[in-house]
């Protein structure tokens, strides 16, 4: 009896913690776990927001250090007065046509970023974002269609005398872009046709621009 009477307590512990008691607790715990996951969520955000606007601050600090000037987000209205100005500052205007999130379009901008640590000051990026903006994909089309080229394609950059459709970051390009910089550099009229192509192009598919004729 008396060892019957010394187990007793233990089952009633045992019956006290009855498994809706055992679920309460479990939903508990998981309830706090959850406002702790929040918690910890809501400071990565803050933390990956703090960086990301470092870089960009830093970014923006290293552009200006090495001279490298860019406007990536041009529309038909304004593109040619963006290049009379370029050119009435002394430096090359360089048009491109790339798509926010094309991978090559990427590589060349960097490529660029990079070629402005040699070349300081001598140019600036001009950039029309074609995959979201549908007007600047029309006039892009347009200045495919005048080259010969075929159309639709990203990045094409026009610098000086010369035109470059497509970035192979296997093979690329860039002691030719950086000719064509060069050349370009030393001339007194730094952007015809950038200035003709995208003038015939914007009046052809009947858009308006306030930049200056195109043959100026």
């Given at each position: ?6 187990d007793?307590?233990?089952l009633?512990?045992?019956r ?12 508990t ?6 406002v ?11 933390i ?28 038909p209205?304004?593109?040619l ?9 002394g ?18 901008m960097q ?29 892009r ?6 080259l ?9 950059l026009i610098?000086?005398?010369?035109v470059?459709?497509g ?21 007194t009229?730094?952007?015809?046709l950038?200035t ?7 009046s ?6 306030g930049g200056?004729?195109a043959?100026?």
């Amino acid at each position: 009896m008396m060892s019957h009477s010394q187990d007793m307590p233990l089952l009633t512990l045992r019956r006290t913690t009855s498994p809706s008691m055992r679920r309460h607790a479990s939903q508990t715990h998981c309830r706090r776990i959850g406002v702790h996951q929040w918690l910890t969520l809501a400071l990565a955000c803050l933390i990956a927001a703090w960086v990301a606007i470092g870089g960009l601050i830093a970014r923006d600090a290293y552009d200006t250090a090495i001279g490298y000037q860019y406007s990536d987000r041009l529309t038909p209205d304004g593109v040619l007065d963006a290049i009379d100005e370029t050119r009435a500052s002394g430096t090359v205007p360089v048009v491109i046509f790339w798509g926010d999130g094309c991978k090559h379009c990427a590589a060349e901008m960097q490529a660029l970023r990079q070629l402005a640590e040699e070349r300081p000051g001598e140019f600036m990026l001009l950039g029309m974002e074609t995959w979201q903006d549908d007007s600047n994909a029309t006039v892009r089309d347009e200045v495919e269609r005048e080259l010969g080229l075929e159309t639709g394609k990203v990045p094409l950059l026009i610098v000086g005398s010369r035109v470059f459709q497509g970035y192979d970051e296997d093979n690329p390009n860039d002691a030719d872009i950086a000719d064509a910089i060069a050349d370009a550099y030393g001339n007194t009229d730094r952007a015809q046709l950038a200035t003709q192509l995208l003038g015939d192009a914007i009046s052809n598919v009947g858009m308006s621009d306030g930049g200056s004729d195109a043959g100026d």
